[in-house]
């Protein structure tokens, strides 16, 4: 056999042709047909029967300012006792200790398995179960002045949202490799120790994605608060509109200022993920 | 006369039918590099991990500087010890991991200062100080402020013994230290090994670098099938095995 010529005759330099574009026919044609579908829609709702000004005038309404500020109140002090709750819970569900794994797995199960407006009535309805509560010997009070519609809200939606975020929690923690927490060992800590220093703050990386999810979805879950009398966005546009029977604008309102709150939170959990995805991404120099 | 640092006696490790370690017994002396060789299986890293209680035995007892580990004798029975006593008797070794296992959110030196300041409890401007003399030992002074995911795995290696000697141990663990790193990256943790043993250190190694044992091992043991097959001077193991399940795994090795 001869020997082979560094390279075969038959294949053409391509170096210096360009790719050509291609046109994408069906991409403009879709896009067309979308924009022809929403101008009918925004048609359609101009000259539907929606008084434009009100929604307007009421966007930046004393009461509407007032129901948002104590939606986001609301919002954040619930997440933070869920998310306490939360941890808590999944390391109760990780211990080996059969107790405490009965007690967390019982917990979720409970408030997992219920509706939350029904927690919700259930909380503020408590003073029919219990006229009087409090500390036998040191304190008592009746349960009607004590669980008011702000605590009935908190306790609602904080207890039940520890229920979803143990899982979360409990998966952020499985995701850690169970090397991480050998070494913590073998430098002299104890669980709880490797837990708070090594293991959670690793797993944060992977439990913030579905926290903000959580906590997007606890900004409207407080509307559900309207029915045990908290003053949220939803019940003080409800209550514009019993006054003035603009439902559609009212609820408009309260749909736009949802809305915002959201769009804002999205790029504040992007700045978190950053946070806590030190060594990961700093991989450059 | 001076005692074993280490001593086990008749420790068995099962892993529900799989007998891990059988009824072994073995003295390590203060000063002593031994380095453990076998077969994957053969059960050299479960004792290793037994010493420092990653593992729990089943039957036996091994002693560290005179003090029985995870249990202590009371009324005619074994009582398991807390969790905080285990955690104490921890700290008299030191742990290097196959896979380095560093913490990968925080710094070169912040892996190191991590266990003298949260579990010692000890002033962090003396901790830091000490830190940074151990990584210019492992040659990576210039590396403090770097993630692990920014070294290369022979770095991060010299970066885990680096963590464990803050400890101050008596006791340096290796389990398969070089293992998981590229060829080329070998020497450089094998050297930081060799000028630990030249130091004086107490060193248990579980190793297939045949080469670092036969230069630097007071003495070599081979574990076949949860046993010790047979031990010696590294040179007469490794030179001139008596055994033929030694002699059948160096020629397979080699």
Known sequence: MKPAPALADGFPDLSGMQIAREPHWFRWLSA??????????????????????????????????????????????????????????????????????????????????????????????????????????????????????FLAALLGLGINQGAYTSEVMRAGMLSVDIGQYEAAQAIGMGRLRALRRIVLPQAMRVVIPPLGNEFIGMVKATSLASVIQYPELLHNAENIYYANSRVIELLIVAGLWYLLVVSILTPLQMLLERRFARGILRLAR | MTKPLVAIRSVSKNFGEFQALKSVSLDVWPGEVMCLIGASGSGKTTLLRCINQLATIDAGGIWLDGELLGVREQGGKLRRLSEGEIARQRLKT?????????????????????????????????????????????????????????????????????????????LMLFDEPTSALDPELVGEVLAVMKQLAKSGMTMMVVTHELGFAREVADRVVYMDQGAIVEQGRASDVLGAPREARTRAFLSAVI
């Open chain 1, 32 to 149: 067309a047909l979308i924009v022809i579908v929403l101008a009918a829609i925004a048609r359609a709702f101009a000259g539907g029967q929606i008084e434009w000004s009100y929604v307007g005038r009421f966007l930046t309404a004393k009461v509407i300012l007032e129901g948002i500020v104590n939606t986001m109140v609301m919002a954040v002090l619930a997440m933070a006792l869920g998310i306490v709750l939360g941890i808590v819970v999944a390391i109760m569900r990780l211990s080996p200790n059969p107790v405490l794994k009965s007690v967390a797995a019982g917990y979720t199960w409970l408030f997992r398995g219920t509706p939350l407006i029904l927690q919700l009535l259930l909380w503020f309805n408590l003073a029919l179960v219990f006229p009087t509560i409090g500390i036998p010997g040191l304190w008592s009070a009746r349960a009607v002045d004590v669980m008011t519609p």
């Open chain 2, 94 to 170: 030191g742990m290097v991991f196959q896979r380095f296992n560093l913490f990968p959110h925080k710094t070169a030196l912040e892996n190191i200062t991590e266990g003298p300041t949260q579990v010692q409890g000890r002033k962090a401007d003396e901790v830091r100080a000490e830190a940074i003399e151990l990584l210019r030992r492992v040659g990576l002074a210039a590396k403090a402020d770097w993630y692990p995911a920014q070294l290369s795995g022979g770095q991060q290696q010299r970066v885990a013994i680096a963590r464990a000697l803050a400890m101050k141990p008596m």
